[in-house]
């Protein structure tokens, strides 16, 4: 428990700069995880299984939720890439004070 709390205090302080940049990354990639699946769905369904591959109906809605699918686990990538990175930049920042 004791090693918890002291890695804990050796963090540093967390000042209002780490707080209103982890904030604004939070809500970039949560606008990223919205638009983007929903869009590429509809956008790959509609101009690329359809229009430029000629799928039936049925068959591009199955190849359009392949595409938001791997969408989803690209954006959560690198949403934890660019968190650690963060958090490591931080951590460095601290420690060398």
Request: charged letters at 15%; a neutral charge.
């Amino acid at each position: 428990m004791e090693r918890y709390e002291k890695a804990a205090l050796s963090a540093g302080p967390i000042t209002e700069g780490s707080l209103t940049s982890t904030l604004r990354t939070l809500l970039f990639f949560t606008a990223l995880m919205i638009t983007l699946p929903i869009g590429l769905y509809f956008s790959s369904k509609a101009y690329i299984f359809e229009g430029t591959l000629g799928m039936s109906n049925r068959d591009s809605y199955f190849y359009a939720a392949i595409v938001a699918v791997v969408t989803v686990h690209v954006v959560l990538a690198l949403f934890v890439y660019v968190a650690w990175n963060e958090g490591t930049r931080q951590w460095r920042e601290g420690k060398q004070d």
